[in-house]
């Protein structure tokens, strides 16, 4: 079996007792209802040794909570990667949020940016994947009441305090499997958690834009700024 199927079972194992407070009213984890395209991607991207790991945040609405893929653009995953498995539902489902699975319409602008530019750097995800990884530090996707999407670096630290612990060892273990000479933050959030996770591991930890439509930078050459930082990281893309 591959490693980072254990590794994630262990930590869903953790975090499924969680529960968390106003103003989050819903919280989709879907490494348990997309299941199935999740264990394809680990299964199909996730062997060997990478020479880097792209960590994101946690899902967004309209990718990985669809499709069960970090970052998870429903066109790129489906007809790039060629990833595609029947999708569930959360145990609560937000009216404003509906899980769709494949078939939803909508697109996730923070994957379409960064698979896209996987794909015109690199031209087929199997020579992506030969050197570099994706995953999220967090699994969960969290929603206010009025549906408005919550990012866990607001929740509150008794709440997130055994979320984190349970996150930061799951990417200590999969970067002990993986062993990347780098793990990159996509964004402040995950470069923070990598840090304090990873301290003393001997692993270098920098950080890229993320490619967020919030972000007024992102929406400026997001791909060349994204390849500049790596580069300055000392990978080659």
Not at 29 to 51: D, T
Not at 94 to 114: D, N, Q, T
Not at 148 to 154: E, I, S, V
Not at 164 to 184: G, K, N, W
Request: with cysteine; charged share 25%; aromatic share 10%.
């Amino acid at each position: 079996m591959n490693p980072l199927i254990g590794i994630t079972k262990d930590m869903l194992h953790e975090i499924e007792p969680l529960r968390f407070s106003a103003p989050v009213t819903h919280v989709y984890n879907p490494l348990v209802y997309a299941w199935a395209p999740h264990e394809l991607y680990l299964r199909k991207f996730g062997e060997g040794r990478k020479e880097a790991v792209l960590l994101g945040m946690n899902p967004g609405p309209w990718g990985m909570a669809q499709t069960g893929v970090p970052f998870g653009e429903i066109e790129l995953v489906r007809d790039w990667m060629g990833v595609e498995a029947p999708v569930g539902k959360p145990e609560i489902e937000h009216p404003k949020r509906p899980i769709e699975g494949f078939g939803c319409a909508r697109s996730e602008v923070s994957g379409r940016r960064l698979w896209g530019w996987a794909r015109e750097r690199f031209q087929t995800p199997e020579a992506f994947f030969e050197r570099f990884f994706v995953i999220n530090f967090c699994p969960l996707c969290f929603m206010e009441e009025n549906g408005r999407n919550f990012t866990p670096d607001k929740l509150p630290a008794a709440e997130s305090a055994p979320l984190i612990d349970a996150c930061s060892r799951a990417l200590r273990r999969m970067v002990e499997t993986l062993e990347p000479r780098c793990v990159v933050g996509v964004g402040g959030f995950a470069e923070k958690q990598a840090r304090a996770a990873l301290e003393g591991a001997g692993v270098t930890v920098g950080k890229i834009l993320h490619p967020s439509p919030a972000s007024p930078a992102a929406n400026k050459g997001w791909a060349l700024k994204a390849t500049r930082e790596l580069l300055q990281l000392g990978i080659k893309v």
